[in-house]
């Protein structure tokens, strides 16, 4: 609940802040692969390596939508999305 009402009150400033992580993952180009972005993300965001079960399910939603939309548009939208979800998380709220 506290972290509905969070992103309630800042929705610009966290979807904001979401797509400007994720554009900084896209364009380093050390990470070629979704698993580095992924571990960069969590490193970025909740200052700790994903676990094996959180990279798991965070490939599967990507693969997912991969699958259903072919559009980069789509793709950055799904990454924005993850990364949102990160910065509602209670890790990140409870730890920062």
């Known amino acids: 609940l506290a972290s509905q009402a969070w992103y309630l009150v ?6 904001a802040t979401a797509a400007a992580v994720v554009e900084r993952l ?14 960069r993300l969590y490193l970025t965001v909740l200052a ?4 094996s079960e959180e990279l798991q399910r965070d490939k599967q939603f990507l693969a ?3 699958r259903e939309n072919d559009s980069e548009r789509e793709m950055q939208r799904a990454w924005n999305g993850l990364c949102l979800s990160l910065l509602m998380s209670a890790d990140f709220l409870y730890r920062f």
Request: positive net charge.
């Open 26 to 39: 896209f364009k380093d180009e050390e990470l070629r692969s979704d698993d580095a972005k992924l571990e």
């Open 10 to 15: 800042n929705r610009q400033r966290s979807q």
């Open 64 to 66: 997912k939508l991969a």
């Open 48 to 51: 700790r390596p994903p676990t």
